[in-house]
Protein backbone atom coordinates (compact mmCIF):
# COMPACT_ATOMS: atom_id res chain seq x y z
CA UNK A 1 0.00 0.00 0.00
CA UNK A 2 1.06 3.44 -0.94
CA UNK A 3 2.19 5.53 2.03
CA UNK A 4 -0.70 7.87 2.84
CA UNK A 5 0.08 11.74 2.79
CA UNK A 6 -0.60 13.00 6.63
CA UNK A 7 -3.16 16.14 5.92
CA UNK A 8 -4.46 17.90 8.83
CA UNK A 9 -8.12 19.81 9.02
CA UNK A 10 -7.27 23.41 10.59
CA UNK A 11 -10.20 25.80 11.58
CA UNK A 12 -9.17 29.39 12.42
CA UNK A 13 -11.47 31.75 14.09
CA UNK A 14 -14.33 30.38 11.82
CA UNK A 15 -17.94 32.35 11.80
CA UNK A 16 -20.66 32.04 10.60
CA UNK A 17 -23.92 33.43 10.99
CA UNK A 18 -27.68 32.96 9.03
CA UNK A 19 -29.81 35.68 9.67
CA UNK A 20 -28.98 36.53 13.57
CA UNK A 21 -28.50 33.35 14.28
CA UNK A 22 -24.74 32.93 14.88
CA UNK A 23 -24.30 29.52 14.24
CA UNK A 24 -20.55 29.09 14.25
CA UNK A 25 -18.67 31.68 16.91
CA UNK A 26 -14.70 32.19 16.75
CA UNK A 27 -14.05 27.98 16.26
CA UNK A 28 -10.48 26.90 16.37
CA UNK A 29 -9.37 23.55 16.48
CA UNK A 30 -7.05 21.21 14.59
CA UNK A 31 -7.60 17.80 13.20
CA UNK A 32 -4.43 15.12 13.45
CA UNK A 33 -4.12 12.61 10.92
CA UNK A 34 -3.53 9.25 12.53
CA UNK A 35 -6.57 9.43 14.88
CA UNK A 36 -10.28 9.17 14.80
CA UNK A 37 -11.87 12.49 15.99
CA UNK A 38 -14.89 12.87 17.96
CA UNK A 39 -16.98 15.96 16.34
CA UNK A 40 -19.66 16.36 19.09
CA UNK A 41 -22.08 18.74 20.69
CA UNK A 42 -25.90 19.17 21.21
CA UNK A 43 -28.41 19.95 18.37
CA UNK A 44 -27.98 23.27 16.56
CA UNK A 45 -24.22 23.94 17.94
CA UNK A 46 -23.08 23.95 14.73
CA UNK A 47 -21.29 20.79 13.65
CA UNK A 48 -22.53 20.70 10.07
CA UNK A 49 -21.98 24.02 9.74
CA UNK A 50 -18.67 23.42 10.54
CA UNK A 51 -17.79 20.82 8.52
CA UNK A 52 -19.68 22.37 5.28
CA UNK A 53 -17.51 25.35 5.92
CA UNK A 54 -14.50 23.08 5.67
CA UNK A 55 -15.80 21.53 2.46
CA UNK A 56 -16.29 24.89 0.77
CA UNK A 57 -20.50 24.82 0.90
CA UNK A 58 -20.62 27.28 2.90
CA UNK A 59 -18.62 30.36 3.21
CA UNK A 60 -17.27 31.90 6.38
CA UNK A 61 -17.87 35.50 7.83
CA UNK A 62 -14.78 35.29 9.48
CA UNK A 63 -11.49 33.52 9.47
CA UNK A 64 -11.02 30.21 7.58
CA UNK A 65 -10.95 26.56 7.13
CA UNK A 66 -7.88 25.00 5.23
CA UNK A 67 -6.94 21.09 4.75
CA UNK A 68 -3.51 20.64 4.05
CA UNK A 69 -3.06 24.46 4.79
CA UNK A 70 -5.53 24.97 1.48
CA UNK A 71 -9.45 26.10 1.57
CA UNK A 72 -11.60 23.29 -0.12
CA UNK A 73 -12.16 25.51 -2.90
CA UNK A 74 -8.52 25.90 -4.14
CA UNK A 75 -7.52 22.00 -4.13
CA UNK A 76 -6.61 21.21 -7.64
CA UNK A 77 -8.39 17.29 -7.07
CA UNK A 78 -10.81 17.89 -4.36
CA UNK A 79 -11.54 13.56 -4.07
CA UNK A 80 -8.34 12.42 -3.65
CA UNK A 81 -7.81 15.27 -0.71
CA UNK A 82 -11.07 15.11 1.28
CA UNK A 83 -14.20 12.52 1.19
CA UNK A 84 -17.33 13.09 3.12
CA UNK A 85 -20.41 11.80 3.93
CA UNK A 86 -22.88 14.36 4.82
CA UNK A 87 -25.81 13.47 3.88
CA UNK A 88 -26.78 10.04 2.53
CA UNK A 89 -30.21 11.32 1.42
CA UNK A 90 -28.50 13.44 -1.51
CA UNK A 91 -28.70 10.58 -4.03
CA UNK A 92 -31.06 11.26 -6.69
CA UNK A 93 -33.39 8.61 -5.75
CA UNK A 94 -33.65 6.96 -9.64
CA UNK A 95 -29.88 6.55 -9.54
CA UNK A 96 -28.27 3.25 -9.36
CA UNK A 97 -25.84 2.63 -6.82
CA UNK A 98 -23.07 1.57 -9.51
CA UNK A 99 -23.82 4.74 -11.89
CA UNK A 100 -23.42 7.48 -9.01
CA UNK A 101 -19.80 6.17 -8.04
CA UNK A 102 -19.40 5.39 -12.12
CA UNK A 103 -20.29 8.92 -12.61
CA UNK A 104 -18.17 10.88 -9.44
CA UNK A 105 -15.02 8.57 -10.61
CA UNK A 106 -15.09 10.01 -13.89
CA UNK A 107 -16.13 13.63 -13.53
CA UNK A 108 -12.99 13.57 -10.74
CA UNK A 109 -10.73 11.68 -13.71
CA UNK A 110 -10.75 8.19 -10.68
CA UNK A 111 -10.31 5.08 -12.41
CA UNK A 112 -13.87 2.96 -13.29
CA UNK A 113 -12.42 0.03 -11.68
CA UNK A 114 -12.50 1.85 -8.54
CA UNK A 115 -16.08 2.38 -8.19
CA UNK A 116 -15.93 -1.60 -7.98
CA UNK A 117 -13.46 -1.38 -5.12
CA UNK A 118 -15.30 0.09 -2.79
CA UNK A 119 -18.80 -1.40 -4.03
CA UNK A 120 -16.89 -4.24 -2.40
CA UNK A 121 -15.27 -2.48 0.96
CA UNK A 122 -18.92 -1.00 1.80
CA UNK A 123 -19.96 -4.60 1.64
CA UNK A 124 -22.87 -3.29 -1.80
CA UNK A 125 -21.15 -5.20 -4.27
CA UNK A 126 -24.05 -7.60 -4.53
CA UNK A 127 -26.66 -4.90 -5.41
CA UNK A 128 -24.88 -2.41 -7.40
CA UNK A 129 -27.22 -2.02 -9.83
CA UNK A 130 -30.18 -1.08 -7.05
CA UNK A 131 -31.40 2.04 -7.60
CA UNK A 132 -30.67 4.64 -4.46
CA UNK A 133 -34.53 4.83 -4.07
CA UNK A 134 -34.90 1.39 -3.29
CA UNK A 135 -32.14 0.99 -1.01
CA UNK A 136 -32.73 1.09 3.29
CA UNK A 137 -31.40 3.88 5.19
CA UNK A 138 -28.58 2.25 6.27
CA UNK A 139 -27.79 0.85 2.72
CA UNK A 140 -27.38 4.47 1.19
CA UNK A 141 -25.34 5.56 4.47
CA UNK A 142 -22.97 2.50 2.98
CA UNK A 143 -22.91 3.99 -0.48
CA UNK A 144 -22.21 7.56 1.16
CA UNK A 145 -19.55 6.39 3.05
CA UNK A 146 -17.92 4.50 -0.71
CA UNK A 147 -18.33 7.92 -2.04
CA UNK A 148 -16.51 9.33 0.28
CA UNK A 149 -13.68 6.27 -0.44
CA UNK A 150 -13.65 6.62 -3.92
CA UNK A 151 -10.60 8.93 -4.20
CA UNK A 152 -8.39 7.42 -2.06
CA UNK A 153 -7.96 10.44 0.27
CA UNK A 154 -6.02 11.37 3.35
CA UNK A 155 -8.87 13.14 4.88
CA UNK A 156 -12.31 11.60 5.94
CA UNK A 157 -15.15 13.57 7.13
CA UNK A 158 -18.47 11.70 8.18
CA UNK A 159 -21.61 13.33 9.64
CA UNK A 160 -23.56 10.73 11.67
CA UNK A 161 -22.27 7.91 9.65
CA UNK A 162 -24.04 5.39 12.03
CA UNK A 163 -27.25 6.63 11.61
CA UNK A 164 -30.03 4.35 10.26
CA UNK A 165 -27.26 1.43 10.57
CA UNK A 166 -27.73 -2.10 12.09
CA UNK A 167 -26.06 -3.47 14.76
CA UNK A 168 -23.63 -4.90 12.29
CA UNK A 169 -23.14 -2.13 10.35
CA UNK A 170 -22.16 -0.44 13.40
CA UNK A 171 -19.80 -2.89 14.19
CA UNK A 172 -18.61 -2.36 10.80
CA UNK A 173 -18.26 1.40 10.59
CA UNK A 174 -16.21 1.67 13.92
CA UNK A 175 -13.64 -0.82 12.14
CA UNK A 176 -13.65 0.92 8.82
CA UNK A 177 -12.85 4.39 10.83
CA UNK A 178 -10.53 2.72 13.30
CA UNK A 179 -8.70 1.17 9.78
CA UNK A 180 -8.95 4.20 8.11
CA UNK A 181 -6.79 6.12 11.30
CA UNK A 182 -4.29 3.42 11.11
CA UNK A 183 -3.41 3.97 7.60
CA UNK A 184 -2.44 7.50 9.15
CA UNK A 185 -5.37 9.41 7.69
CA UNK A 186 -7.35 12.24 9.05
CA UNK A 187 -10.70 10.52 10.34
CA UNK A 188 -13.53 13.74 11.30
CA UNK A 189 -16.46 12.02 12.81
CA UNK A 190 -19.61 14.09 13.96
CA UNK A 191 -22.08 12.11 16.55
CA UNK A 192 -24.64 12.07 18.88
CA UNK A 193 -23.81 8.30 20.11
CA UNK A 194 -21.47 8.55 23.15
CA UNK A 195 -21.00 5.13 23.75
CA UNK A 196 -20.23 4.63 20.27
CA UNK A 197 -17.54 7.45 20.06
CA UNK A 198 -16.37 6.00 23.47
CA UNK A 199 -15.40 3.14 21.44
CA UNK A 200 -14.29 4.76 17.98
CA UNK A 201 -12.58 7.85 18.48
CA UNK A 202 -9.31 8.61 19.75
CA UNK A 203 -9.93 12.57 20.55
CA UNK A 204 -12.96 15.11 21.10
CA UNK A 205 -13.85 17.81 19.55
CA UNK A 206 -17.07 19.56 21.38
CA UNK A 207 -18.66 22.56 20.68
CA UNK A 208 -21.60 24.44 21.76
CA UNK A 209 -23.55 27.16 20.72
CA UNK A 210 -21.08 27.71 18.16
CA UNK A 211 -18.18 27.90 20.57
CA UNK A 212 -15.34 25.50 21.39
CA UNK A 213 -16.06 23.76 24.90
CA UNK A 214 -13.29 21.09 24.47
CA UNK A 215 -10.45 19.87 22.05
CA UNK A 216 -8.89 16.74 24.21
CA UNK A 217 -8.49 12.87 24.12
CA UNK A 218 -10.90 10.51 25.22
CA UNK A 219 -8.66 9.37 27.68
CA UNK A 220 -8.41 12.53 29.20
CA UNK A 221 -11.77 13.33 28.91
CA UNK A 222 -12.51 10.37 30.62
CA UNK A 223 -10.22 10.62 33.46
CA UNK A 224 -12.54 12.52 35.88
CA UNK A 225 -15.91 11.13 34.63
CA UNK A 226 -17.16 7.99 35.26
CA UNK A 227 -18.21 7.58 31.35
CA UNK A 228 -17.51 9.79 27.99
CA UNK A 229 -21.21 10.46 27.95
CA UNK A 230 -21.08 11.81 31.87
CA UNK A 231 -18.12 13.43 30.98
CA UNK A 232 -19.85 15.13 27.86
CA UNK A 233 -23.18 15.82 29.66
CA UNK A 234 -21.08 18.16 32.51
CA UNK A 235 -18.93 19.77 29.59
CA UNK A 236 -22.12 20.50 27.47
CA UNK A 237 -24.42 21.62 30.63
CA UNK A 238 -24.74 25.07 29.88
CA UNK A 239 -24.58 25.23 26.14
CA UNK A 240 -28.00 23.12 25.12
CA UNK A 241 -30.11 25.63 23.55
CA UNK A 242 -32.57 24.05 21.38
CA UNK A 243 -34.34 27.23 20.39
CA UNK A 244 -30.98 26.77 17.92
CA UNK A 245 -31.34 23.91 16.45
CA UNK A 246 -33.10 23.14 12.78
N1 LIG B 1 -28.99 27.20 6.06
C1 LIG B 1 -29.34 27.67 7.27
N2 LIG B 1 -30.15 28.74 7.39
C2 LIG B 1 -30.48 29.23 8.59
N3 LIG B 1 -30.05 28.73 9.77
C3 LIG B 1 -29.24 27.67 9.72
C4 LIG B 1 -28.83 27.07 8.48
N4 LIG B 1 -28.00 26.02 8.75
C5 LIG B 1 -27.91 25.96 10.09
N5 LIG B 1 -28.64 26.94 10.67
C6 LIG B 1 -28.73 27.21 12.13
O1 LIG B 1 -27.41 27.26 12.63
C7 LIG B 1 -27.33 26.62 13.91
C8 LIG B 1 -26.33 25.48 13.84
O2 LIG B 1 -26.87 24.43 13.05
P1 LIG B 1 -26.05 23.11 12.65
O3 LIG B 1 -26.96 22.32 11.73
O4 LIG B 1 -24.72 23.48 12.15
O5 LIG B 1 -25.91 22.37 14.05
P2 LIG B 1 -25.55 20.85 14.38
O6 LIG B 1 -24.60 20.89 15.52
O7 LIG B 1 -25.09 20.16 13.15
O8 LIG B 1 -26.96 20.27 14.85
P3 LIG B 1 -27.56 18.78 14.86
O9 LIG B 1 -26.83 18.03 15.92
O10 LIG B 1 -28.99 19.01 15.23
O11 LIG B 1 -27.39 18.22 13.48
C9 LIG B 1 -28.77 26.21 14.23
O12 LIG B 1 -29.35 27.25 14.96
C10 LIG B 1 -29.42 26.09 12.89
O13 LIG B 1 -30.82 26.30 12.99
Not at 11 to 38: H, I, N, Q
Not at 86 to 115: C, F, I, K, Y
Not at 186 to 209: P, W
Request: charge should be positive.
Amino acid sequence: MDTIERVSIECRGLRKAYGRTVAVDGLSFTVEPGRVTGFVGPNGAGKSTTMRMILGLDRPDAGAALVGGQPYRDLRTPLRRVGALLDAGAVHPGRRARDHLLWMAQSNRLPARRTDEVLELVGLATVARRRAGDMSLGMRQRLGIAAALLGDPPVLMFDEPVNGLDPQGVHWVRGLLRGLAAQGRTVFVSSHLMSELADTADHLVVIGRGRLLADASVRDLTAGASTLEQAYLELTRDAVDYGRAS
